[in-house]
């Protein structure tokens, strides 16, 4: 079962063809950036998540975002 920092970041990203950096979706639940890096992890060991070089979608800064897994076709 999913943490909740993990659940959030995953709602998080639907919708967004961008990632978010960990500080933002961070500041978005409330939490502390140390959550939201152990929620990113469980979620790309749950194999739903990346963790990509790119351009966060709230704050715009270049840096290591996470971003939703695209299906393989």
């Known amino acids: 079962m999913p943490s909740e920092a993990a659940e959030f970041l995953l709602g998080s990203l639907h919708g967004l063809r961008e990632g978010l950096c960990p500080d933002c979706a961070a500041w978005m639940m409330g ?35 996470a971003r939703l897994r695209l299906p393989r076709s």
């Open 31 to 65: 939490c502390t950036r140390d959550e939201m890096v152990k929620a990113t992890k469980e979620l790309i060991l749950d194999g739903s998540v990346l963790a990509d070089s790119g351009v966060c979608a709230s704050c715009q800064l270049v840096g290591t975002v």
